[in-house]
């Protein structure tokens, strides 16, 4: 039995979610081809994801594909109660999602959904995969496989492979490049800032743009920033990335310089403290904060909190004043938690076409090739991604050369020199 909001939401959810798909081509396609094929047929598949409109064609693709579905929310703020009841009412998934619940709920939700004893798993911040291991070892027997769809979630699934704690294979869909490229550059960079300007409604030409993290979201970030007419300071701790950076011409600081200097503060390193109570004390009055990295660590909000005297919850959507004892005010956006999908609607489904591509075709692998992989952290085989890449080109009428027989033959002999 599911556990959504409002099943009379359902109308409305169906016209966005077929708002959404007419910008899926690729995942349209896979759904037809599953349709047909069939690669699921028999398996259970619980999933922890973004309960969005954009979701909602992958979870169609897999019901397609012959499994039963149960899908938990990944986030409470992002998760578009219209769009859940479209799922249970019209395509036939159990849903456990209602926006806005607290921790208590979130936990209770992805219980819900493991009561269907999968044999899949699709995650989006490894909390699923965390509690398996932890709390519902009971289940880890029967699951034989997963996907992971974040950074911040192969890093925690890593830790747990080298402890030797991860006990069935997982996929990180996350680093082919059909997603984490064009999902975390593409996606993270427009979606990002569109939460920031709906929710604030400022203008970012002139101001001074602090990014934590260089990786692909912190690149998208910088440059659509930097096309807004911000001025862009990037900071890390990989010297590799703060060089890039720097040779892209944008400002390379320590957190500690920087924090005087910014009017909009955007974490996305999927670390803890990047904006820590230190650098909250030291920022111009106005200052925005705003995070984009999976969880809601990465700026400091305890350390806020205490220092407030007054805190002025919703003074616009999604945005909390914090007034500190010197009268000056910092503005904090979604509560700390992502701020794309919490103040605006995450990414564009153009851009989740591809990474629900990757997903869905790697759970059709794996319904073929769980057998033959380690309790380990696995990567998509190539050609998955190369298929997305060339139906996405494909759907926008982009050609491409082919090798010609004597460059197939070049490059595979060693024996052909200058």
Not at 99 to 110: F, L, N, P, S, V
Not at 168 to 181: C, S
Not at 183 to 205: C, F, K, M, V
Not at 218 to 242: F, Q, W
């Amino acid at each position: 039995m599911s556990d959504i909001a409002d099943r009379s939401l359902a109308y409305e959810g169906v016209k966005r979610i077929e708002w959404a798909d007419r910008s899926m081509p690729v995942l349209r396609q896979i759904r037809e081809r599953f349709a047909a094929e069939r690669p699921l047929d028999g398996l259970k598949v619980a999933a922890c994801m973004h309960v969005t409109t954009e979701t909602a064609g992958l979870i169609r693709t897999l019901h397609a594909g012959g499994a039963e579905v149960a899908l938990a929310a990944s986030n409470p703020l992002s998760t578009q109660d219209d769009t859940a009841a479209a799922l249970v009412e019209e395509y036939g998934a159990q849903v456990f999602a209602r926006a806005g619940t607290d921790r208590e709920g979130y936990y209770a939700h992805i219980h819900q959904a493991l009561e269907s004893g999968p044999d899949l798993v699709l995650d989006d911040g490894c909390d699923l995969v965390n509690t398996l291991h932890i709390d519902r070892t009971d289940l880890l027997g029967t699951v034989k496989a997963g996907c992971e769809q974040t950074t911040t979630g192969v890093i925690r699934l890593h830790q747990m492979a080298r402890e030797g704690a991860l006990k069935f294979p997982m996929v990180a869909v996350n680093d082919t490049d059909t997603k984490h490229m064009f999902d975390n550059r593409y996606g993270t960079g427009q979606s990002t800032l569109d939460g920031i300007i709906r929710a604030t409604n400022t203008l970012l030409a002139g101001k001074t743009v602090v990014i934590a993290g260089f990786g692909y979201c912190g690149r998208g970030l910088a440059e659509r920033a930097r096309g807004l007419g911000a001025r862009v300071v990037v900071t890390e701790i990989d010297p590799v990335k703060a060089l890039d950076a720097a040779l892209q011409g944008f400002a390379v600081q320590p957190m500690a310089d920087a924090a005087a200097e910014g009017d909009v503060f955007i974490t996305v390193t999927g670390n803890r403290d990047v904006v820590n109570g230190d650098h909250l004390a030291s920022m111009k009055d106005g200052a925005i904060l705003a995070n984009s990295g999976h969880f809601d660590v990465e700026i400091d909000v305890r350390a806020l909190s205490e220092m407030a005297v007054e805190v002025h919850r919703g003074i616009r959507p999604q945005t909390d004043e914090y007034v500190l004892a010197d009268g000056r005010r910092l503005v904090l956006l979604a509560e700390g938690r992502l701020v794309n999908l919490a103040a605006a609607e995450g990414h564009p489904a153009a851009v989740m076409d591809m990474s629900f591509a990757d997903q869905a075709l790697t759970c059709a692998w794996l319904a073929q090739s769980h057998a033959n992989l380690s309790p380990a952290v696995h990567e998509v085989p190539k050609e998955i991604d190369t298929e997305v890449a060339r139906l996405k080109l494909a759907s926008m009428a982009v050609s491409i050369d082919l090798l010609t027989p004597d460059q197939e033959d070049y490059l595979h002999s060693w024996r052909i020199g200058s």
